[in-house]
């Protein structure tokens, strides 16, 4: 079985594989609206960058222009678009009617008329920026939203399926508070990565290409001396950006540590009181809190400093392009104009903002990165295989299950091979009552978990009314199955509900014989609201007679043709276990039952009992036979 808490090294992920690929894969269903936060992303910029833009006409074309005015070129007013001349009108009432000086020649009416039809270019274009801008903000954040919002739906429906389908053998391997923080904290940080790529990456890089060639459209000496910075900026991401993701997944372990501490503490809180531990458990959960704190605090260090030395390096480079930009309009060198100065440098403070954005969501990325990995790595786990589709249902247990030299292999934490069960033979007959015995460890539970197809032999066949249990539907043969187990687990729900869980298609009458089958009645009806009475949380309002019981009668009402009680009274009293007991033989019939227990007094009146010793079958016969021959059925009893 794979081990789901042990990281992947990066020599072991395959190119398929990688988080990031994988993630944005997700994205695929949903490819429309991507192409909407584009569009809308490619509005937004150029709103930006037109806003940026207009500093140079502004300052060339009417604060100071390059020109004489009175060299300007004379307009025909039947030449303007429409709106530009009735705002150029407008103009004319509103700004005086003579130029100030500007230490050009007295300027024309022409170059009057020149400066106003500019100035009212640039307020047509202002209001389209104003207009479109928001409008493109929203589309594309809305339709950003919504993308992510059904790709993490997708991923919590992928992740409860794969929960349902993995084998028990993998989830006794995990602990439930790494399992809770993987998807919870992990699942959500998946969605935290697709953040990044459509609102942080995609609008930021988005506008850089947009700012990168309106700044190689206003001056390209001035664009290559503002990229000198770029190798370096991109040498600090990457580097920052490996120990971000190293440290946050070491980061993660920690909080799967915190997770199971606090389960742990939950579900012991009456052992850690009855012994005065509290303090204890205190001081363990500071513990590990205190070092989820540290991790946190490295993964802090490295994103600020990181971004920290890209402002720096675009602040250093922002200023050399001032200088440089100035001593070259000052020598006339390029045809460069205060204009083309201001506005590159407009556009360059619009495009830092976009990298400063771009660092930081890089260190983000590799941040969530690894808790990504973590997500994908329960999502990759080899399924239960008797999941796989194709087999061949069954509708009924005609005769029995047959166990030919059956043996049962599993792995145990550190991934070695360890036996459970060895050379089953073993025929258990429709109708019958057969009792499976033997110490703690010896194989009772695994033998249960094959007839249930929860795991499959590891050698031998096991069959079902003569099919083998591989090529059997795993779903339709527990669908003819029933178990009650020591821990009678029960849904914060009511009486009546919890027993309908056996057949939900159940009527009520049904639903009240099963419950006066397994004497529920005798106790509900003393209860206020009777069988519709919650039992509270994994049932605390109920005592564990009371919620074994339950769990028979959910089991009958199930109608199965195998019915199974693994250690159902080991932890009852005597009364309540005689009350249990009268319920299983008044179920003897046309049913094989199957009872699991380590005490012998409620197997006497099964029709065979079978031994079980270090996973092999050592012993099989009626209790009488057994109590007379020497071996382990007699040394249990006798202990």
């Known amino acids: 079985m794979e081990r789901l808490d042990r990281e992947p090294r990066p020599e072991e992920t395959p190119p398929e594989a990688r988080p990031l690929l994988r993630i944005l894969r997700l994205l695929k269903p949903y490819l429309g609206l991507i192409v909407v936060v584009v569009l809308c992303t490619l509005a937004f910029s150029a709103g930006r960058y037109g806003r940026a833009y207009l500093m140079k006409p502004l300052l060339d074309r009417v ?25 150029s009108q407008a103009l004319s009432r509103i700004l005086p009617d003579s130029l100030p000086d500007r230490g050009t020649p007295e300027a024309s009416p022409a170059a009057e008329r020149e400066v106003r039809r500019s100035l009212a270019q640039i307020l047509v274009a202002a209001i389209l920026i104003v207009l479109i801008t928001p409008l493109a903000l929203f589309g594309r954040v809305v339709s950003a939203e919504y993308a992510l919002g059904r790709v993490h739906l997708d ?23 790494d399992l809770l923080a993987r998807l919870q904290v992990d699942a959500e940080s998946l969605r935290e990565v697709l953040k990044l790529v ?53 980061r993660q372990v920690r909080i799967g540590e915190v997770f199971s501490r606090l389960v742990g503490i939950l579900s012991g809180m009456k052992v850690i009181k009855a012994y005065g531990a509290e303090a204890t458990e205190q001081k363990a959960f500071q513990r590990e809190a205190t070092r989820v704190f540290r991790a946190d605090m490295r993964v802090v260090q490295d994103r600020v400093l990181s ?66 990995q973590r997500t994908f790595a329960i999502l990759d786990a080899k399924e239960d295989p008797t999941h796989e589709s194709g087999r061949r249902p069954i509708h009924e247990i005609r005769e029995g299950l047959t166990f030919e030299d059956v043996g049962l292999v599993y792995e145990d934490d550190q991934g070695r091979p360890q036996s459970a069960l060895k050379n089953i033979q073993l025929n258990l007959k429709r109708g019958e009552v057969v009792a499976l015995v033997g110490r703690s460890g010896a194989g009772k539970t695994s033998l249960v978990d094959l007839i249930l197809s929860l795991e499959q032999p590891s050698s031998g066949r096991l069959t079902l009314d003569g099919h083998d249990f591989v090529a059997l539907d795993a779903a339709s043969i527990r669908s003819r199955m029933a178990v009650v187990t020591q821990d009678a687990f029960l849904f914060d729900t009511s009486i009546a509900e919890n027993i309908r869980y056996g057949r939900p298609s159940a009527s009520e009458s049904q639903i009240r014989e099963a419950a006066r089958a397994a004497h529920v009645d005798e106790f509900s009806k003393d209860l206020p609201d009777g069988l519709d009475t919650a039992v509270g949380e994994l049932g605390v309002r109920l005592s564990g007679g009371q919620r074994q019981r339950i769990a028979i009668a959910r089991a009958l009402l199930r109608q199965p043709d195998v019915l199974i009680f693994d250690e159902a009274t080991s932890a009852l009293d005597p009364l309540t276990e005689r009350i249990v007991q009268e319920a299983i033989q008044a179920l003897r019939g046309d049913r094989l039952i199957v009872i699991v227990s380590h005490r012998l007094g409620s197997v006497r009146d099964a029709d065979r009992i079978v031994v079980l010793e270090q996973g092999q079958i050592v012993q099989i016969g009626h209790h009488d036979t057994l109590i007379e021959e020497a071996g382990t059925y007699r040394s249990l009893a006798a202990s």
Do not use: W
């Not at 020109?67 to 039947?78: D, F, L, R, T, Y």
């Not at 609102?199 to 000198?228: C, H, K, N």
């Not at 060198?333 to 619009?350: E, K, Q, S």
């Open 155 to 177: 991923v919590q429906q992928k992740l409860a399926r794969k929960l349902l389908a993995l084998p028990l053998s993998a989830h006794a391997q995990r602990r439930r508070g």
């Open 63 to 87: 604060l100071v222009p390059v020109e004489a005015p009175s060299k300007a070129p004379p307009v025909e007013a039947g030449s303007l678009d429409p709106l530009v001349e009735r705002i």
């Open 198 to 250: 459509l609102q942080e990456f995609g609008v930021s890089l988005i506008m850089i290409a947009i700012g990168l060639s309106t700044l190689i459209y206003i001056s390209l000496p001035l664009t290559l001396i503002s990229t000198v910075a770029a190798p370096l900026i991109a040498g600090v991401l990457l580097g920052f950006g490996r120990r971000i993701r190293r440290r946050a997944a070491r």
């Open 307 to 372: 971004r920290a030395t890209v402002e720096m390096l675009n602040s250093a480079a922002g200023f050399l392009m001032l200088a440089l930009g100035a001593l070259l309009v000052l020598q006339g060198r390029y045809a460069l104009t205060p204009g083309d100065v201001a506005a590159f440098a407009t556009v360059l403070a619009t495009t830092y903002r976009p990298i400063k954005n771009l660092a930081k969501g890089y260190s983000q990325l590799m941040e969530h990165l690894a808790s990504a």
